[in-house]
């Protein structure tokens, strides 16, 4: 029995060294196998030293003998190796060098994130909040770590798991809805964007408005009973405000009529639903500012009166567009019960376009009392017309107003005098502009000076803050002022797949194939000593 007991120490240390291998392997000493090995590999050790199997008597022939010191040796070639396999993976850690050898890079960043990210000049740093109900830590740090090791000297990540320190979001000024932080310099100079959505595509062109330098302005035209824009009520724009800063763009006012013109400085202009008639001169200025290749974006409402003056509708038609006089009903997408009147009209149908390049049936948008819009000019060489969003064909245009707005029971049904739909609530008109001085020659060439954009909703309630986190109602929003603004320039970069030419390994399947390359060399190991210490202990 004493021999048996012996050979319980060479037993234990073969199965604590595997038990130390599968901490370094696996880099983790709460798996269940890893676990089972040191312990086991311990209490067989520990079992052999204090059984009386180690004598203090047989020590010096231990330290002595021939026997022994080849056992010493063994130790310390084993101690050797385990001593390079803990170097080399604290060197893999510290220097961080992959290959991806799948076909279609499922691994890698794109070339144009890659130089994007290779060609900063200042420091860059991205900080997302992970939470692992909709976002994975495990797979923000496969994203992150590739953009920081394309440019390990200006890129730093960290990682904010909200629960645990909530108070890094007050740091960064991260809302409901930021999932990533993004900081480009430093001091004073440094320009910050918060974006929504996680995934290359979003963070590179983050990354690109950033670097463009200083932020375009965007003006909000005011003096007309608009809808404020420094506004937290249920009804104002403060929430639509902050998201326009997030994407690394500046928001101000301006009073036409104390203006000589639009500011040069402008990106673009915004006019939501005055209440009040807008000045012959402010009118006149905005229509100009357009025609000579500027950028507005005009949102406006149903009147409670048929036939009532409406500076937005006005503007619009100049450029083609028309606002229809009536409220877009739909009572047959009502979601979450709305009221029955079915004026929240829900849209899936996008026309492709720049603006809506990436929403589906998928990223439904809805809309509260709004006018149909449609283009009613002609396209042509230089002037596109579209028919940005659509209701599903079961909505109609009532233009019996009275009966929704000055009635104690509101109420629409679809008659002869009101439009069918499908109806667009949204219309975009863009003309590129000829150089007069290359009228004649070039024009033909194409040689255009600038581009005139204009977005016409007819609502907008959407956009408010009580409405503006609803469905994909920001995105539109904030794609419609990134199009006007000339900032849709970003990278497309299309989602990375594996191709066919792998086999899924379900986990069970996995986890045993695992523990088999793990465990037999182990078993063969000790089978081979077993064997060596019978041979050797019936000889004695």
Request: aromatic fraction near 8%; charge should be negative.
């Amino acid at each position: 029995m004493t021999r048996w007991l012996r050979f319980f120490g060479i037993l234990g240390l073969v199965v604590f060294v595997f038990g130390l291998l599968g901490v370094l392997v696996s880099n983790s000493f709460t798996l269940p196998i890893v676990m089972f090995h040191l312990v086991l590999g311990l209490i067989l050790m520990l079992l052999w030293l204090f059984s009386g199997a180690a004598k203090i008597s047989n020590l010096s022939n231990l330290v002595t003998g021939r026997r022994s010191r080849f056992a010493g040796n063994v130790i310390l070639y084993t101690v050797v190796f385990v001593g390079l396999l803990v170097v080399i993976n604290y060197m893999a850690n510290r220097h961080d060098l992959r290959w991806d050898l799948t076909e279609a890079g499922a691994y890698s960043l794109s070339d144009q994130s890659t130089s994007v990210v290779a060609a900063l000049k200042k420091p860059l740093k991205i900080v997302v909040v992970s939470d692992e109900m909709t976002l994975p830590e495990r797979q923000v740090k496969d994203l992150t770590s590739l953009y920081q090791g394309s440019n390990p000297s200006h890129v730093t990540t960290q990682i904010i798991d909200a629960r645990a320190k909530p108070q890094l979001l007050d740091t960064y000024g991260i809302k409901q809805g930021n999932v990533a932080y993004l900081e480009y310099g430093e001091g004073d100079k440094k320009a910050v964007s918060r974006i929504n959505d996680f995934s290359e595509q979003a963070l590179t062109n983050a990354i690109i408005k950033l670097t463009h330098g200083d932020a375009k302005k965007i003006y909000f035209v005011q003096g007309h009973d608009e809808l404020g824009i420094d506004s937290d009520a249920p009804v104002g724009l403060k929430t639509l405000a902050d998201s326009i800063r997030d994407e690394h763009l500046e928001v101000a006012g301006i009073v036409l009529s104390r203006a000589a013109s639009v500011p040069a400085d402008a990106a673009a202009v915004v006019l939501v639903s005055p209440k009040k008639e807008l000045l012959p001169e402010e009118k006149k200025m905005l229509i100009d500012y357009v025609k000579g290749g500027g950028r507005l974006l005009i949102l406006s409402d149903p009147h409670m009166k048929k036939g009532e003056k409406d500076d937005a509708r006005d503007i619009a038609t100049v450029f083609g567009i028309e606002i229809g006089d009536n409220v877009v009903i739909d009572q047959l997408q009502r979601p979450f019960m709305a009221p029955t009147l079915g004026a929240q009209p829900m849209v899936l149908d996008y026309a492709n376009h720049g603006i809506t390049k990436n929403f589906s049936q998928q990223t439904p948008t809805i809309f509260n009392i709004a006018s149909s819009v449609r283009a009613t000019g002609k396209n042509d060489e230089t002037t596109t017309y579209t028919d940005l969003v659509k209701t599903g064909p079961t909505a109609w245009g009532e233009t019996n107003l009275e009966a929704i707005f000055n009635s104690d029971d509101a109420t629409a049904q679809l008659d002869e005098d009101d439009l069918p739909g499908p109806l667009s609530l949204a219309a975009v008109y863009e003309k590129r502009l000829v150089d007069p001085a290359k009228a004649d020659a070039e024009a033909k060439e194409a040689n255009f000076q600038k581009i005139a954009r204009l977005v016409v909703f007819g609502d907008s309630d959407w956009v408010m803050n009580q409405n503006l986190g609803a469905y994909a109602n920001r995105d539109l929003f904030l794609n419609a002022l990134n199009w006007l603004a000339g900032e849709e320039g970003g990278v497309t970069i299309r989602p990375k797949s594996l191709r066919a030419s792998y086999a899924p390994i379900p986990r069970a399947s996995f986890a045993l194939f695992v523990a088999s390359s793990f465990v037999v060399p182990e078993l063969l190991l000790i089978l081979g000593l077993f064997i060596w210490w019978r041979r050797k202990t019936a000889v004695a």
